[in-house]
């Protein structure tokens, strides 16, 4: 077994490159499996209501204390 990536020889590299992509597929996998499928509360109907924006607001004080 070799303790080091450095001394490491091309079949512990081959391993890892397979155990890496393996875990990879599998989180891909699992992770497309998960999502739903149902798009509820995502449409928008026809009986959307509109805002309609008011008069516009002059603001005449912040309201913020002054510190001398």
């Known amino acids: 077994m070799n303790h080091s990536i450095y001394s ?3 079949t512990t590299h081959l391993k890892i490159v ?3 992509l393996v875990v990879g ?11 739903t ?6 449409t928008q109907t026809a ?10 607001v002059v603001i005449t004080s912040t309201g913020n204390s002054v510190v001398r």
């Not at 499928?37 to 995502?42: K, P």
């Not at 009986?47 to 516009?56: L, W």
């Open 8 to 10: 490491a020889d091309r």
């Open 18 to 20: 397979v155990v890496a």
């Open 47 to 56: 009986s959307t209501r509109v805002m309609k924006a008011g008069k516009p």
């Open 25 to 35: 597929i599998v989180v891909a996998g699992f992770s497309i499996s998960a999502r």
């Open 37 to 42: 499928t149902s798009d509820e509360g995502l």
